[in-house]
């Protein structure tokens, strides 16, 4: 009997800590959603996840994107040029959007178009429209380089899916430029970087 009455108090100090104990966390956890509320509502908005040659939205900058068809989600829209401006001959862009379910990417490519001129009293000038001219490519793969890992990732209609794996090696990888490449459907490759500010934007995302 001693030895229980000895106990009831212990016992009941152990219940009251562990009470104590599982309200402070839930405050902690309430308390981590709320910053995280507060800290995504200060964020910038954009109001399309679809990506377009032309597109105006914060680059290499973590968005909350309020799309119509799918939803409220964070992403970070990255783009690269090679060969210079977009609408020169030759050029090409790559643009990307990073979300922690998925990466979406649009590559395109301005090239020479036929008829690309007009004759008028002897006289040859270009047409208006031939500075607007840029051809979208689907890309079936992505591979990734992050550190000395190398993801390859097949996609469908140029989207690709995220795994927890990947997901790591993006929240982890160093502050650099992150090489990528992509595989267009013709077989066609073209190497692309993701900038560094891009590269630590991905932090508050996955």
Request: charged residues 20%.
């Amino acid at each position: 009997m001693n030895n229980l009455q000895k106990m009831i108090p212990v016992l009941v100090l152990g219940a009251s800590l562990a009470i104590v104990s599982s309200q402070i966390c839930a405050a902690i956890t309430v308390q981590q959603v709320a910053t995280q509320a507060q800290s995504s509502s200060d964020l910038p908005v954009v109001k399309s996840a679809g990506l377009s040659p032309d597109m105006n939205v914060p680059w290499s900058k973590t968005v909350r994107i309020i799309d119509p068809f799918e939803g409220e989600f964070l992403g970070v829209f990255d783009r690269n040029s090679l060969g210079g401006y977009l609408y020169r001959e030759g050029s090409k862009q790559v643009i990307s959007l990073w979300t922690p379910q998925s990466i979406r990417v649009l590559a395109t490519l301005n090239t020479d178009q036929a008829g690309s001129f007009f004759y008028v009293a002897g006289r040859v000038y270009p047409r208006p429209d031939y500075l607007k001219f840029v051809t979208t490519k689907k890309v079936d793969k992505l591979l990734l380089k992050v550190r000395e890992q190398v993801f390859q990732l097949d996609g469908s209609n140029n989207k690709f899916a995220v795994s927890k794996e990947l997901a790591t090696a993006l929240k982890n990888a160093p502050d650099e430029n992150l090489d990528i490449r992509l595989v267009l459907e013709e077989g066609q490759t073209v190497d692309s970087k993701i900038g560094t500010q891009t590269v630590k934007a991905w932090r508050s995302i996955y």
